[in-house]
């Protein structure tokens, strides 16, 4: 038996850290389509007329060995019991998602930045504002998030982190017209997600994680095998994710560049 973990967990390294690249930059087409003129325009002085937020989505994962003092800006380790995010204690000295995007959002705003710290601060905002919507970057069991968690998943050894990086990402195949119906969003759905704080969408994220993505028995000694109902209910949490946090990252920059 505990042969079998082992193997499984050597199966599912190395351990992921974000949304996985497809995520992130599905996130940031939904982003682009939302901009504003002056956004766009902003955007594209930044990046030049060449490139787009999806481009860049993936950076702050790249740079992540150069900068490891950037690591603890991917998620915020709130417990699965808790009821209220209590920040001085889960993101100490803004040293969590929740910090760094707001951190980004000023530098955007702020007048005079060099262009270099410009183009950083938009790649690491478009990142962040993915990784704050992947619900176990906001949520934590004592497992790193479910990176301890040993599942098997559509027959794969992965660990629950993985599942929810990119296993089901993957499963869904969002391309094409799958991807132009995720991005169609409501109004009502518009007027919903466009309210609240980063700290707010994180215990949303949380939530997410207490309800869904640890919704499953308790595992023993060996994997848990996550079967077509989770598989279902993970799609479409995810989904909503995606579509979610594409929007929100479109209202933050239309903010900036009102």
Request: hydrophobic fraction near 40%; glycine fraction near 6%; proline fraction near 5%.
């Amino acid at each position: 038996m505990i042969a079998k973990i082992i193997v499984l967990f050597l199966l599912a390294a190395p351990w992921a850290w974000s949304w996985g690249q497809e995520g992130h930059r599905i996130t940031a087409q939904i982003a682009e389509r939302r901009l504003s003129a002056k956004a766009l325009a902003a955007v594209r002085q930044i990046l030049g007329p060449n490139r787009s937020l999806a481009d860049i989505a993936n950076l702050a994962d790249e740079v992540r060995n150069q900068h490891p003092e950037t690591a603890p800006w991917h998620y915020v380790d709130i417990p699965l019991t808790a009821t209220s995010l209590d920040r001085a204690k889960y993101c100490p000295n803004d040293q969590c998602v929740i910090g760094a995007i707001e951190r980004f959002q000023r530098e955007l705003a702020a007048p005079g930045l060099s262009p270099e710290r410009r183009y950083e601060a938009l790649y690491y905002i478009v990142h962040f504002v993915g990784d704050l919507h992947q619900p176990l970057h906001c949520a934590d069991r004592d497992d790193r998030g479910g990176n301890d968690v040993p599942v098997e998943f559509q027959g794969q050894a992965m660990n629950l982190h993985q599942v929810w990086d990119s296993g089901i990402i993957n499963s869904m195949h969002l391309d094409g017209e799958k991807l132009r119906r995720l991005g169609k969003i409501s109004r009502r759905r518009r007027r919903a997600w466009g309210r609240g704080t980063p700290g707010q969408w994180a215990m949303e994220s949380h939530d997410l994680a207490r309800d869904v993505a640890y919704r499953f028995p308790e595992p023993g000694m060996d994997p848990v095998v996550l079967d077509r109902n989770y598989e279902r209910r993970a799609a479409s949490v995810v989904r909503t994710q995606l579509a979610k946090a594409g929007y929100r990252l479109a209202y933050a920059l239309n903010q900036i560049y009102r």
